[in-house]
């Protein structure tokens, strides 16, 4: 995410949400639970929507955008704001593994009754949301990708933009900060505010 991207997206101003004590650390990739944010359609009886988003940046971002009345995707679908594993407040397992990731999407919609859906997401999202269409094409009636095509990113400035936060904030030793530390050093090490609001995002405080 870059300063040049659309303020819908990575929301400068969204709310301090850091991770929820729903989220458990698993050992079996297939007991791996999905959680996120079900927003209503505006009409009875809609078809749904899966929205995935970014590396690192909670699913319920989206929904001020979803939730605009310039939007009009809630007059056409429900929507699931939908955080893939180890990400907001789903499940934890080593494995980042795409056939796993996918699997989980459409463990998620069987457990929740959805049939078929149209699938889509931001970034890392938009990878997800191809892949898992494409290893389940009977399940999707539609992907959509933003800022996230099958492309080798890694020679992108956004992509060594983020790498190198990621990379600067691996090295921070959690054990000599409390929360509030721990927030400020982010803020000094993270130049872009939207990233820096993100990553706080993503802070566990307990332990």
């Not at 990113?153 to 790498?163: D, L, T």
Request: aromatic share 10%; hydrophobic share 35%.
């Amino acid at each position: 995410m870059t300063s040049s991207s659309p303020q819908w997206f990575g929301m400068t101003g969204a709310h301090f949400r850091l991770f929820s004590a729903k989220m458990q650390r698993q050992t079996d990739t297939n007991a791996v639970k999905l959680r996120g944010t079900f927003l209503q359609g505006k009409q009875p009886d809609l078809p749904t929507m899966i929205w995935l988003p970014e590396l690192t940046e909670p699913a319920e971002n989206f929904e001020a955008f979803f939730n605009d009345s310039k939007n009009k995707v809630r007059q056409v679908r429900n929507v699931w704001l939908l955080n893939y594993r180890n990400q907001g407040d789903s499940d934890h397992h080593p494995s980042y593994d795409m056939d796993e990731i996918s699997n989980d999407i459409v463990r998620f919609m069987d457990q929740n009754k959805i049939t078929m859906a149209t699938i889509g997401g931001h970034g890392f999202g938009a990878k997800v949301a191809a892949a898992t269409a494409i290893n389940h094409m009977n399940r999707f009636t539609g992907v959509i990708q933003y800022e996230g095509g099958p492309l080798d990113h890694r020679y992108h400035e956004a992509y060594q933009e983020f790498a190198g936060y990621v990379d600067s904030l691996a090295n921070m030793d959690l054990s000599k900060m409390d929360a509030q530390q721990a927030l400020k050093h982010i803020e000094n090490s993270v130049a872009c505010r939207k990233w820096a609001s993100i990553f706080k995002q993503n802070l566990n405080t307990e332990g």
